[in-house]
């Protein structure tokens, strides 16, 4: 249990450990492969003009591959590259026996369409998993390739045993490379998943019903305490550039100045699609669990839930609000009270005004 002069904190899930467990069991594979049928796989990356994330991704997905034992090409192609020269490079990766997987590194200059880029790959060697056959094997279920960010979020939360099967799922954002893979992904898991865009109505009252909410839709900080379910898992997909004082402290808390020093130094520091410091107050209001320092900026869990002693409190919170049930309970970081406290509360109704329920 917390101490009861400090809120407990967001837990954060270890993306970099669990990345590097995965890292260690592909080369494992890579290994054991070669030995028995004498070919190392091989990656074909492309990369068409020179924007400098393209290209740092892209070294990125090399570098990674040579840890891990698969041979890569890297195709770089100069941003006058016309869709049929491209279309050529395609075609000829295809027919390639020695190439495994091809990768086109988007976006791509503005004179070419990506649309039929993607759908020119052939789709057993689309590793990003865009191909309309790919999308479609994912949607109804079959074994296929899918895009890697929404498949590392189901590693990351099967291997920090985060519950998926019979949980609420709120995926806000609809995108093909996040939001609606995701929501596949999570339906074959058993989970009662729910879409939320930029029509949605009332966002806040549909992401608060959800025990695992994931958010990919560009804008910093978006999600705050009030679309938080407490003891909710967050999945952060965004990252985003922000460089206004008054946002990084808005953001940031009693961590603003450390990335204000970043500020001053590179021109911006990067947040998330959620509020750090309002997701880090949600887990200070009413929850169990060890601290774990500052709130992230990426992957959090917040909170880990609790029980509380008194029988009455308990049943109370689950059957008003369906949150994890709570033995102390904190308000913007001050003690308020245990178990005898949030009974009183309760029965007067304050803290189902507190929840804002």
């Known amino acids: 249990m917390n101490d009861a002069k400090s809120p407990a904190r967001a837990k954060m899930l270890d993306g970099a450990a669990v990345a590097e467990q995965i890292k260690q069991e592909v080369a494992r594979d890579v290994t054991q492969f070669v030995s028995e049928d004498q070919v190392r796989p091989c990656l074909a990356a492309v990369l068409v003009g020179d924007d400098a994330a393209s290209a740092v991704y ?20 100069p941003a ?3 869709a049929t020269e491209l279309l050529d490079l395609i075609k000829s990766l295809n027919g390639r026996g020695d190439v495994d997987g091809i990768l086109v590194q988007l976006p791509l200059p503005a004179a070419i369409e990506e649309s039929a880029i993607i759908e020119a790959i052939d789709p057993e060697k689309d590793v990003d998993g865009f191909h309309p056959v790919n999308i479609g094997r994912l949607s109804m279920g079959r074994p296929t390739l899918a895009p890697c960010t929404p498949a590392g979020i189901i590693e990351l939360l099967i291997r920090s ?9 709120c995926v806000v954002g609809r995108s093909q490379i996040v939001g609606r893979p995701m929501a596949q992904l999570l339906l074959q898991r058993d989970a009662t998943v729910t879409i939320c865009h930029s029509r949605t109505r009332d966002l806040p009252a549909v992401t608060r019903q959800a025990d695992l909410l994931v958010v990919a ?26 460089s206004d004082v008054e946002m990084v402290r808005q953001m940031f808390g009693d961590q603003a100045e450390k990335r204000l020093e970043v500020v001053s130094k590179r021109g911006y520091t990067l947040v998330g699609d959620v509020n750090p410091c309002e997701a880090d107050e949600v887990a ?7 601290a774990a320092g500052d709130p992230p900026v990426g992957l959090e869990q917040v909170g880990d839930g609790g029980l509380v002693e008194d029988p009455d409190v ?5 059957e008003y609000s369906n949150w994890p049930t709570i033995p102390q309970l904190y308000v913007n970081g ?12 309760y029965q007067s109704g304050e803290l189902q005004k507190l929840f804002g329920k």
Do not use: W, Y
């Open 58 to 77: 892209v070294r990125n997905k090399i570098r990674a591959c040579e840890e891990v034992g698969i041979r890569s090409e890297h195709h770089a192609l």
């Open 80 to 82: 006058t590259t016309t």
């Open 161 to 169: 045993n985060i519950p998926i099967a019979g949980e609420n799922v």
């Open 217 to 242: 839709i560009g804008r910093p900080g978006f999600i705050g305490r009030e679309h938080i379910k407490l003891g909710a898992t967050i999945v952060d997909v965004g990252m985003n550039k922000i």
């Open 284 to 290: 200070g209001v009413a929850v169990v669990g060890e």
């Open 314 to 318: 308990r049943q109370g919170i689950k």
């Open 334 to 345: 001050e003690f308020v009270g245990g178990a005898d406290i949030m009974r009183e509360m």
